[in-house]
């Protein structure tokens, strides 16, 4: 059985900062992790993903230069730290993993999900 769990989410003003964090536990995923986030009445986006084996990371262009997605192989763990932020990246962050070298943007590509954690930035 895997679980992913997230942490971090919370209140701030627009130009701070967050961190999130994403527990996996039932195996160690050798390949990739990615973060999503969704809005009510949207569907859910793309946001970051890193591929284990050699740290690749991809991002999307509406974060670029403001967030930052590390691994925690001890951990087992995937962290976001997002820098600078605006009312837009408002929404619910989920992590999410894949068994695959490929870092996907596609949700449907990815099996496993965390609940989701909110993330709310007023301005």
């Known amino acids: 059985q895997v679980e992913l769990q997230e942490s971090g989410g919370g209140l701030v003003q627009a130009g701070g900062s967050l961190r999130l964090s994403c527990a996996a536990s039932?195996?160690?995923?050798?390949?990739?992790m990615g973060w999503f986030r969704q809005v009510p009445g949207k569907e859910r986006e793309f946001v970051s993903g890193i591929r284990r084996r050699d740290s690749t990371t991809e991002y999307a262009d509406s974060v670029k230069g403001r967030f930052k997605v590390s691994r925690d192989i001890a951990r087992n763990a995937m962290d976001l730290q997002m820098n600078n932020l605006k009312p837009e990246d408002t929404g619910i962050y989920y992590c999410?993993?894949?068994?695959?070298?490929?870092?996907?943007?596609?949700?449907?590509?990815?099996?496993?999900w965390g609940q989701g954690t909110q993330v709310t930035v007023s301005s």
């Open positions: 999410a993993a894949r068994q695959s070298v490929i870092i996907t943007t596609s949700p449907a590509t990815y099996p496993y």
């Open positions: 039932g195996r160690a995923f050798n390949d990739v």
